[in-house]
């Protein structure tokens, strides 16, 4: 059974999640703060985390950044705010998706399934061990090396990153990615889009400046060979 945290102040919203998602077979717990959400995190980790923004004290964009920095799990922002500026924010703090409320329960399920599916080992047809020049992305292992380094990145990243480097030389599509990566037909890219420039922070020896990862202007995305 997947757990999920819910990190709410809204006592009436966080109780309506947690039981939606009882009833959809998920092992759901809520928490209505920032500090009691990370303090459960660390002591009964979920297997992914839905976070408002809007909460007291520690607000939901520091609460991702706190999270990101030892936790890997997969993070769902779940909120009223949706400003492009709200949500490529919440994304460049270590979001991996974001939902705008009010959202129906099957919509956010769909989600959580497209989550889940990102944290499975690769298929036994993918390339183990990918050398793009001074890159490495060892799919098996699900590690990714920069001139021998290891490069810490989080599972939407990898996966994004490994798709990308099994089409290495060839150009993806935003939307090619939002269904290969996300699992989505359809939806926004702006999660494409500050995903890869998450990737190029990491990735680039100069991410102003891309060489191994470059935008194909009005088509997508091509990893160098």
């Known amino acids: 059974?997947?757990?999920?945290?819910?990190?709410?102040?809204?006592?009436?919203?966080?109780?309506?999640?947690?039981?939606?998602?009882?009833?959809?077979?998920?092992?759901?717990?809520?928490?209505?703060s920032a500090e009691?959400?990370?303090?459960?995190?660390?002591?009964r980790p979920a297997?992914?985390?839905?976070?408002d923004l809007m909460l007291p004290g520690i607000d939901g964009f520091?609460?991702?950044?706190?999270?990101?920095?030892?936790d890997d799990v997969p993070v769902l922002v779940i909120s009223a705010r949706d400003d492009t500026s709200d949500i490529v924010a919440a994304l460049e703090a270590g979001a991996d998706d974001y939902v705008v409320k009010p959202v129906a329960i099957a919509e956010l399920t769909a989600r959580l399934r497209a989550l889940r599916r990102?944290?499975?080992?690769?298929?036994?047809?993918?390339?183990?061990v990918l050398r793009l020049?001074?890159?490495?992305?060892?799919?098996?292992?699900g590690e990714v090396r920069l001139h021998g380094a290891a490069?810490?990145?989080?599972?939407?990243e990898f996966q994004l990153l490994c798709e990308l480097g099994g089409h290495a030389g060839r150009v993806l599509s935003r939307q090619q990615l939002l269904q290969r990566v996300w699992g989505y037909d359809g939806g926004d890219e702006r999660l494409v889009d500050v995903h890869v420039g998450r990737l190029r922070q990491k990735i680039e020896d100069q991410p102003g400046t891309p060489e191994?990862?470059?935008?194909?202007?009005?088509?997508?995305?091509?990893?160098?060979?």
């Open 212 to 225: 191994r990862l470059v935008t194909v202007r009005g088509l997508g995305y091509k990893l160098q060979r």
């Open 62 to 70: 520091e609460c991702i950044r706190q999270l990101r920095r030892t």
């Open 133 to 141: 020049g001074d890159l490495e992305i060892s799919a098996e292992a």
């Open 47 to 51: 297997d992914t985390v839905l976070v």
């Open 1 to 32: 059974m997947s757990a999920v945290l819910v990190i709410e102040d809204d006592d009436r919203i966080r109780l309506s999640l947690v039981l939606a998602l009882e009833d959809e077979g998920y092992a759901a717990v809520g928490a209505a």
């Open 36 to 43: 009691e959400g990370l303090s459960a995190q660390r002591t």
């Open 118 to 128: 990102r944290t499975r080992p690769p298929s036994s047809d993918e390339v183990p």
């Open 151 to 156: 490069v810490q990145l989080t599972r939407t």
